[in-house]
């Protein structure tokens, strides 16, 4: 992504991206997975405290689509 604004979370298989100016903190995200998304801590996203698919699953509720994702290709 050549956005400099969007921030991206790599836990080796899928990425997560969070673009800031688009998020609404409707705090889907934190109640989904608290101990993943830590708004207080930087960096706010610790992607290897959940797995792939619960991340995934997560980042889709995200309702301002501030949170996407993508997965990366196998080597």
Known sequence: MNDSTTKEYDNGEVVITWQAE???HSGNCVRGLPQVFKPKNKPWIEIGNASTDELVNQVK?????ALGYYFKEKE
């Open 22 to 24: 688009k998020c609404i």
């Open 61 to 65: 509720k995200c309702p301002s689509g």
